[in-house]
């Protein structure tokens, strides 16, 4: 990106709702800020509607972990109290914890479908960033099979085992529904990509799904500095693109 890109960037009021991995990629762009001067964002954890009268890259936790329906409402509050006509880009991201293997994927699609569509019906100047459901590495170690194998025996369901076949459909109907637009922020696509290029995978039921990438994280779902730094990385990217692309 050239400076003039950047500038642009710099002068856009972002909005970011998250939780725990989302103060990882904060880090991540702390990080890259002190790397490159270019890049004049001012980052401020906020929900003052009142700090949106001037350029700032906003955050603040939102919702739950685990309920990602409290997350949509504490998103759309915030927009309501003032932040949703004052800012000019917002995401909304859900946690890996939000998802699991029994997670109703369609009750949850809809639910996000109809905020997202509510808050674009009442923001037409506020543009929305997608953001897929992140990813958590296959652990295959002894102790995590040791740990499904007793619990099977005990009749006890894990239903973290295998999350991310669900988290990989609700991508699937996140990417089908906003990848063609220019603002869909793919966090999955990113956690199973190396730093090569090469996809990771597992295996369930004959077929293959996305995980994260090991070595972008400590304890298989928040992401260490690789990690951090690769996200925020292509966060940023995004952004001076959405912003190059605005009036």
């Not at 950047?6 to 909005?15: G, S």
């Not at 894990?158 to 669900?166: E, G, I, K, L, T």
């Not at 906003?178 to 597992?202: K, Q, V």
């Amino acid at each position: 990106m050239s400076e003039a890109e950047w500038e642009k960037q710099a002068k856009k009021r972002i909005f970011f709702g998250h939780q725990s991995v989302g103060y990882n990629i904060i880090e991540g762009v702390r990080e890259l800020l002190k790397e490159y001067p270019a890049i004049r964002i001012t980052i401020v954890e906020t929900d003052d509607p009142d700090r949106f009268d001037d350029p700032v890259f906003a955050h603040t936790r939102v919702g739950i972990n685990g309920d990602p329906a409290s997350k949509l409402e504490d998103f759309e509050r915030f927009l309501e109290s003032g932040i949703g006509n004052r800012a000019d880009i917002a995401i909304i991201k859900f946690c890996y914890l939000d998802v699991n293997q029994e997670t109703d994927v369609d009750k949850m699609f809809a639910t996000y479908q109809a905020s997202i569509r509510n808050v674009k019906a009442k923001y037409p100047g506020l543009t929305l960033v997608n953001v897929t459901i992140p990813l958590t590495s296959n652990d295959d170690s002894l102790k995590t099979r040791l740990k499904g194998w007793v619990k099977s025996l005990i009749g006890r369901k894990d239903p973290w085992r295998y999350a991310n076949v669900s988290r990989h459909r609700l991508n699937v109907r996140i990417r089908k529904e906003y990848g063609r637009s220019s603002t869909l922020f793919d966090i999955a696509a990113i956690e199973s990509s190396s730093p090569s290029g090469g996809s990771f995978t597992f295996s369930y039921n004959g077929q293959d799904y996305p995980c994260m990438y090991p070595g972008y994280t400590t304890d298989g779902g928040h992401l260490n500095d690789v990690g951090k730094r690769i996200v925020a990385e292509r966060l940023l990217l995004l952004l001076a693109k959405i912003a190059e692309g605005s009036k």
